[in-house]
């Protein structure tokens, strides 16, 4: 089978274009959450914490220093802050935990849903008589005669 053919039966198969569309929907859907976690659930808890915006909440490791300068000339170069960025770290894992709830909700939606189906369209048929319930019905109709 050459690799274009087995490509296209792949791409038309569907899984692709489902995938496709789950991806984009993720993407979406992360932008929405993070929206609401940066627009309304941090800003409560900055409230909470003293008023702070939680997102510039750091440990400062190494302070910034400025470039010293003499006319044109540098003469100490800049040096960069060295910070952890913890309220940052922490406004992600919100965005994380509310996400990964949402898709677990999602799923245990879905799954309950293929269950109904399956337990509708495995209805269990009437059991056959047993062969005992057979000799009886036989003896029964014998004596009926």
Known sequence: MSMIKEFKEFAMRGSLVDTAVAFVMGAAFGKIVSAFIDGIIM?????????????????????????????????????????????????????????????????????????????AAAAPEPAAPSNEEVLLAEIRDLLKK
């Not at 003499?70 to 996400?99: C, M, Q, R």
């Open 43 to 119: 800003p409560l808890v900055g409230m909470l914490t003293g008023g702070v915006d939680f997102n510039d909440q750091k440990l400062i490791l190494q302070k910034g220093i400025a470039a010293v300068k003499d006319g044109d000339a540098i003469v100490t170069p800049e040096v960069a802050e060295v910070s952890l960025k913890y309220g940052t770290f922490i406004t992600n894992v919100i965005d994380f935990v509310v996400v990964a709830f949402v898709v677990f909700m999602v799923i245990k939606g879905m799954n309950a849903a293929k269950k109904k189906e399956e337990a």
